[in-house]
């Protein structure tokens, strides 16, 4: 086994285990609400703030850029989603989704993608630009673990009861 970390570990790995802790934490939402007595779905539009996106729409944003990173690394179109989830049960199923995509990519895909210049669009602004290492380790990385955090937070802060092992992956 090699002590190099490959491009294709700090991805694909990385990006399943998180969506993953993230499908785990929506199931102890949604059982949350369940035994609170209210609509579950009233969770996925909550928000830690007015001018934040809720819950629902950090889900999505989190599966769109792991799969997206994995894609634009290794330089194939990314598998499209509709944005158009409304119930637990829907975004369960884009996280599972979204994980086996990513399953699909191999390491020999990665070779070189972290020299591989990588272009990310965005509304109405010039496209950020970035060689595939700099974008895994600034960008993808960090805004995977955020919009993550920030979905445990909305949580945590309508009472669903998460600690820092529910978000890590443990229990």
């Known amino acids: 086994m090699s002590d190099t970390l490959s491009m294709y570990q700090a991805t694909v790995p990385v990006s399943q285990r998180a969506l993953r802790n993230l499908r785990q934490l929506l199931v102890k939402g949604e059982s949350h609400a369940q035994a609170q007595g209210y609509d579950p779905n009233v969770l996925l539009q909550t928000r830690l703030y007015p001018d934040m996106f809720p819950l ?8 769109d850029g792991a799969k997206n990173a994995a894609a634009r690394l290794t330089g194939v179109e990314a598998l499209r989603f509709e944005d158009d989830e409304t119930t637990f049960a829907q975004l369960y199923d884009r996280l599972d989704r979204a994980i086996e995509y990513l399953g699909t990519f191999t390491p020999d895909q990665f070779a070189g993608s972290e020299a591989r210049p990588i272009s990310v669009p965005r509304r109405n602004k010039e ?3 970035f060689d ?10 960090p805004n995977l673990y955020f919009h ?3 979905a445990y937070a909305i949580m945590r802060h309508a009472g669903v009861p998460l600690g820092k092992a529910a978000y890590l992956g443990g229990s």
Request: proline residues 4%; charged residues 10%; positive net charge.
């Open 127 to 129: 496209p950020l630009s």
């Open 56 to 63: 629902l729409r950090q889900v999505q944003i989190a599966t």
């Open 148 to 150: 993550v955090a920030t």
């Open 132 to 141: 595939g290492r700099t974008y895994l380790l600034s960008f993808v990385t």
